[in-house]
Every structure is written in structure tokens, then in C-alpha cells.
């Protein structure tokens, strides 16, 4: 089975911090994808990155960053954290070229800003 | 744009009884695919079914089925029989190509909150 971990479960943080969140998956997958969920908003893509040290915005980059040294690893950076990234932070992975291009998800970070 | 659209924020249903969760989606691409992802409350999301744009057959798994209606642009999600552990939400999404180098991503819907009731 795929397995796609990330970090924490729950995160508090201070404003204006640095925040990493780390997301490992192992099943080779060249897509890995960082989502931001909130309530009555859905999913919403923040990065994504197709191969190693490549990285794309998705729709709300601005106040992130994203590294990928490894294709197993994908990392989520909030250089200084505000108190409008409280959220829940989902992770998820995908082989290139499978038919239904299903995601696999991880548990997700529950982050908060204080 | 695309985008997804889920009508229903949230729904109550009997327990035994069938459920159809609306979902209708914007592309003006000809080859697409639509998924729906189970979030119980322990936050997980999990993959119920697939239909791809050019599938002739309504998707099947198990008790979930999706009604695609292309020309309609709909792909409502049908949960026969509920049982109380299918309470969770749900989102409805859409897979684009998002780059040249070929990554897929999805676009979700706002999800809808389905309670079933004994």
C-alpha cells in the first residue's frame, strides 16, 4: 500500500516563526502536492512538484515555500508564520501516468498560528 | 477555468437509505477525470471512485456508483444502502494538467457533510 507521512499530526507555532512541515512518501511517485483545507473553502493547491528540485505554484503560493532535494521528500516552509495560516495542511502523492492519477493523501498537519 | 461546484454543504439521510451527492464541474478540456474522497473525521482523505471523460459506463466500487452526465457536465456520487460510518465529508474533484512537465493535480470542491442518522 502507499503510504504518504507527514511530520505531525498537530503543530502550534508563534507568529513570525519558521515553520517546516515535512511530508515522505514511499511508493517512488514522481507528483507530491501540498494542499491548505479550511472550513467551507475545500482544498485548496499551494505547491506541487513533478521531479526532484522541481516546484510549481498552485492557486495560494504567496507566504510558502516548498523544497524537494529528494524524490521521496517533500517539505513545505512558512518563512514567517501569521495567524491566517491556521489550518489543516494535507500532503499527497501521485505516480505519473496511471490511468486515474488518484492521489494519495497523507494524515494531515493540523497547524496553529498564535 | 475549471472549477467544482457542490450544491449540498451538508445532509442528513437515514440510515438504509440511498444518497445522491451533486457535483457538477467546469472544463474546456476534452479529456478530464473526476474523483470523489471520503474526509471522515479523523481528517484522512480517502478515494471512493473514478470516472474518466471519455468512459462510456458509469463508474462502480462496491456500494458507490457516479452518475456522469457529460453533457450536463455532472458527476453526482450515489452511496446505495448508508451506513452510519459513511458520515464524514465529502469532495468532489476534477484532475488538470497543470504544467508542461506533465503533473496532474485536482481541483476540489467545497465538499459536502453528510450525517446518517439511525
Redesign the interface.
Known amino acids: 500500500d502507499v503510504k504518504v507521512t507527514q511530520s505531525s499530526r498537530y503543530l502550534v507555532k508563534r507568529t513570525g516563526e519558521k515553520v517546516f512541515l515535512e511530508c515522505v512518501q514511499d511508493m517512488d511517485h514522481?507528483?507530491m502536492?501540498w494542499?491548505r483545507q479550511d472550513p467551507?473553502?475545500?482544498?485548496?493547491?499551494i505547491y506541487?512538484?513533478?521531479?526532484v528540485k522541481?516546484k510549481?505554484k498552485?492557486d495560494i503560493p504567496e507566504g510558502y515555500s516548498v523544497s524537494r532535494e529528494k524524490k521521496e521528500r517533500f517539505s513545505l516552509i512558512l518563512e514567517s508564520a501569521s495567524t491566517n495560516q491556521t489550518s489543516?495542511y494535507?500532503c499527497?502523492s501521485?505516480l505519473?501516468g496511471t490511468?486515474?492519477?488518484?492521489?494519495?493523501?497523507g494524515?494531515?498537519t493540523?497547524l496553529t498560528v498564535t | 477555468a475549471q472549477k467544482?461546484t457542490q450544491t449540498q454543504?451538508g445532509m442528513f439521510v437515514q440510515e438504509k437509505e440511498a444518497v445522491t451527492l451533486d457535483c457538477t464541474y467546469d472544463t474546456s478540456d476534452p479529456s478530464y477525470?473526476l474523483?470523489w474522497?471520503k474526509q471522515p473525521s479523523?481528517?484522512?482523505?480517502i478515494?471512493l471512485i473514478?470516472q474518466?471523460s471519455y468512459d462510456q459506463q458509469n463508474a462502480t466500487e462496491g456500494r458507490y456508483s457516479l452518475n456522469f452526465q457529460k453533457a450536463r457536465k455532472s458527476a453526482n456520487l450515489v452511496i446505495s444502502a448508508s451506513q452510519l460510518g459513511d458520515s464524514a465529508m465529502y469532495?468532489c474533484?476534477m484532475?488538470e494538467v497543470?504544467?508542461g512537465?506533465?503533473?496532474?493535480?485536482?481541483?476540489?470542491?467545497?465538499?459536502t457533510h453528510l450525517i446518517i442518522q439511525p
Do not use: C, H, V, W
Not at chain 1, 467551507?40 to 493547491?45: T, V
Not at chain 1, 506541487?48 to 521531479?51: A, H, I, K, L, V
Not at chain 2, 479523523?42 to 482523505?45: F, I, K, N, Q, R
Open positions: 514522481e507528483n502536492f494542499y467551507g473553502l475545500g482544498l485548496r493547491l506541487f512538484s513533478y521531479d522541481m510549481e498552485g489543516m494535507l499527497a501521485s505519473l490511468e486515474t492519477y488518484e492521489q494519495y493523501f494524515p494531515g493540523r | 467544482i454543504p477525470g474523483f474522497y479523523s481528517g484522512e482523505m478515494f473514478y474518466g469532495f474533484a484532475r497543470l504544467s512537465g506533465g503533473a496532474d493535480g485536482l481541483t476540489f470542491g467545497k465538499g
